[in-house]
């Protein structure tokens, strides 16, 4: 069986969740519950930074084999 190919998406730091696989820096990382925190001036953050408040996008991955079992 083949697996569909991986999806990539640009998303804000509001709309990631524990348990997202992005690609940073080009690592991929998973994000955990305590890697996502919020400031009062600047938002949401991940592992400590806003990017840019929020403004830049973070791209998320989704595995082929995940885009498969949404399928089904």
Known sequence: ???P????EQVTLGH???????LLAGV??????????RDELLGTTLWGDSHRA???TITRVTF???VARERV
């Open 1 to 3: 069986m083949d697996l």
């Open 5 to 8: 190919p991986d999806k990539t």
């Open 16 to 22: 990631l969740r524990a348990g997202d696989t992005v």
């Open 28 to 37: 991929l990382r998973t994000v955990c519950k305590k890697d996502l925190g």
């Open 54 to 56: 929020g403004r830049d």
């Open 64 to 66: 082929g084999a995940q």
